[in-house]
């Protein structure tokens, strides 16, 4: 081989990777962007803005964006600003990653909300545990291999089990009867 050869493999070696660092470096810089307005977005919650809240709500309307915004609020604790953001997601994406991540988050959200966080771990509210169950099976019927999806689904039931009465015909009192778990049970994980 000549010498001009490796010199100009070398050269396209040499461009084919500064293609790749260049987009690498666009990718990080738009991560970080991300990152930036989803922090400002829980900082104009905090604040209690607004019109901060419009205005940062408005720099980016990509999915993955308003989906970390969505779960950046839900950690926050602020879920009345959190759940619509789930739901417009699973809306556009019913199917899509970014959904199915949304249905996991709004199922994590309500089980937080129906989960007392007194240190006793009472349950608040029987119809968050409910939508927690709903969300979750859900998205066990779009992706049946996610077992964090089971793993949370088996515990919102642990805590609101569902009885069936044995009997064909189903027992009108029993079906009134709604049976929670002892709140103060110590063999939760």
Request: hydrophobic share 40%; proline share 5%; aromatic share 6%.
């Amino acid at each position: 081989m000549k010498r001009s050869s490796v010199h100009m493999i070398f050269g396209a070696v040499s461009l084919c990777c500064a293609a790749v660092a260049a987009y690498n470096w666009i990718e990080v810089q738009r991560a970080e962007q991300v990152n930036r307005t989803v922090a400002a977005t829980v900082l104009a919650n905090k604040a209690g803005s607004k019109d901060a809240k419009r205005s940062v709500a408005s720099t980016d309307d990509a999915p993955q964006v308003r989906l970390a915004r969505a779960v950046a609020l839900s950690k926050d604790g602020a879920y009345d600003t959190a759940g619509p953001l789930f739901e417009s997601l699973i809306r556009e994406q019913p199917e899509g990653e970014v959904g199915r991540a949304a249905l996991f988050d709004l199922g994590n959200l309500y089980l937080r909300q129906g989960i007392g966080h007194s240190p006793s771990g009472a349950i608040e509210s029987l119809a968050m545990v409910e939508e927690a169950k709903a969300r979750y099976r859900s998205l066990l019927r779009i992706a049946p291999d996610d077992w964090d999806a089971r793993y949370n689904l088996e515990r919102a039931l642990w805590l609101a089990p569902e009885t069936r009465s044995a009997s064909g015909a189903p027992d009108v009192k029993e079906q009134h009867d709604v049976k929670v778990r002892d709140p103060e049970s110590k063999d939760l994980p």
